[in-house]
Each structure stands twice: as structure tokens, then as C-alpha cells.
């Protein structure tokens, strides 16, 4: 209610029953109850309430769960579409095998279009179980009553030209050749770590004590900074030097499971990785030769060969490539 129809996208990913995690967590099996699930689905129906008043009408809602209860999936999604201006769209995930969310359980018969979400199980591929469905607001929704609130503050950001950021900036920019005019669209706060945020946070209305204000970007060393994987994904696409593009699978599978590569680096220091031309992470200099940085994982990746969408500005549904 506070922040009444004022966001254009939400991602929510609350807290759920976990069974889609059972290969790993077994001991979600010690707990788990269906009492226990009803009452998580009710705390996450109020989290997607609150989701769709805080939306612009036109504005994108994602919703995924690491579950495969019905109850904290498609029976929260089926509650959104009879009680608010909801709509789904498809979800296009080319190179993985995924399910049509359920249209029916236990005799409820769920919304018709239940089937553009989709459902991940850890059968299909050595991962989670996961829930994702993606919704538009068509419509307003009926403003909150009025009602008191301490007065908000703003948060103090800096921009890239301001101490004690700009060194860092002006070291990003020249050590991977990234145009000063990209840093210039953000504004940052020094926290011990670097963090970047859209220029509109300047303006925006803070209640309370915020856990975060904006994304990690770097983590301050002392000859510059190094760029986390948040700001590899942001900033790798405009660098012009420290890049190494991977184009073969077997590679790649080493990557992603922090192998040693056989690739040769000829200067010290931090470097852009992508495949096929798309940014996927970061690896260092380590005696010539790139040791990976990809975040670790709980066990192995199997790949697939990704497919790149061949219309990527297209709003025309969910594309994650």
C-alpha cells in the first residue's frame, strides 16, 4: 500500500515448501507437512497481493517457487486471476525441457491459460524442481485508505564522478575499455563494496531502514576494483578489451563447473567471459591461463547447447535464453 502502482516489474521469489529440492535437502522430508504448505501458501498469496498493488497497470509480475506443491503454485496464480486485473503470457525457455503448469489437482479445476506456466523437475535434468509463471497487470486496482506514515527519507548517492567512487570507475573504464557514457545512466554508494542503482532511486521515497539500495557491482582491491557477477552481467556487454569468448561446449562445461581451462591470458587480472558472444561470468589471470570464477555450485552442470532468441527486444512473452 505504501508504494502504491508504482513499480513497472516484480520478481517474486518467496519462501516456500522446497520440495522440488528433495535430491539435495532430504531433510526437507522431516518437516514437510500439507499443514505446513497451506499455511506457507498463505503467507505467499499475501506476498503477491501486495506484489500486484505495488504494480503499474502494464506492468510485469514473475512469480517462481523452488516447490512443486500445487497449493503454493498454481493455486496461488489461479487466486490472482479471479481477484485482480491479471493476465499470463508464455514463457519461451528454448534448450529446456519443461511442463505445462497443472489445470486441475485434487478435483480443483484451475484457470484455462494455467498452462503458459511452467513447471522444471529434477528428473529432466540434475537440477532443483522449480515454478515460474509470468503475469501482466491489465487494469488499475483500488487505491489503499490513507493512513499515517513516518516521513520517508532519501538515500545519498553519488554519481561517477564523485569521490570516493570515480577512482574505481575511471579504473573499470580503462581496464576493460568500457565508454565513460554506460557508468553515466547509474548512480553508486560506497558500503565497503561498490553499488550501482538506477538514477530514479535518487527520487524515490525510503521508509524505514532498507536491507539493500541497489545491486553489488565491485569489491574495492587495492590496484581497483573487481567486478562481481552482477557487474559482469551489467557492464561485460560494453567492454572493447579483457574478453575471452568461449565457442565450444567442452570448454564451457569446464567453465561453469570451475575446471582449469586451457586457454591462455597474455595480461594480469580480471576478464570478461562469454560464449558465443553472450556474457556468462568472469575469470582471472592466473600464470597465462584463465582460472574460472563461475559461482560455485552444490553439484555438476550438464549443459545444453543455448538457444539465442531471434527477436530479443521482443515484449511478446518471457524469453530467458
Sequence with gaps: ????????????????????????????????????CDRLAGIQRSLLVSAVKSLKPGGRLVYSTCTVAPQENEANVDFLLNEFPMELEDIHLEGMRTWPGLTEYRGET???????????????????????????????????????VKPPRHVSFLDHKTSPVKKYIDFLMMHFEIPEKIFKQFVYLMKGEIIFASKEMQDFPVFGGPMQTGMLMARPMDRGCKLNSNGVQL????????????????????????????????????YIVKYNGSVIGYGVADKGQLKSQFPKADWPFSLAEPQISENPDSDDGLDID
Aim: aromatic share 12%.
Design 1 to 36: 500500500n505504501v508504494f502504491f502502482e508504482q513499480f513497472d516489474k516484480v520478481l517474486l521469489d518467496p519462501a516456500c515448501s522446497g520440495l522440488g529440492t528433495l535430491h539435495k535437502n532430504p531433510e526437507v522430508l522431516g518437516w514437510w507437512s500439507e499443514s505446513h
Design 110 to 148: 484451475f484457470h484455462p491459460d494455467m498452462h503458459k506456466t511452467v513447471r522444471f523437475y529434477p528428473v529432466d535434468r540434475v537440477t532443483e524442481g522449480f515454478y515460474v509463471a509470468c503475469l501482466r497487470k491489465t487494469g488499475g486496482t483500488r487505491s489503499p485508505k490513507s493512513y499515517k
Design 235 to 270: 557492464l561485460g556487454q560494453y567492454a572493447n578489451r579483457m574478453i575471452v569468448d568461449i565457442d565450444d561446449l567442452a570448454t564451457l562445461d569446464k567453465y561453469v563447473n570451475r575446471e582449469p581451462l586451457d586457454i591462455s591470458v597474455d595480461l594480469p587480472g580480471q
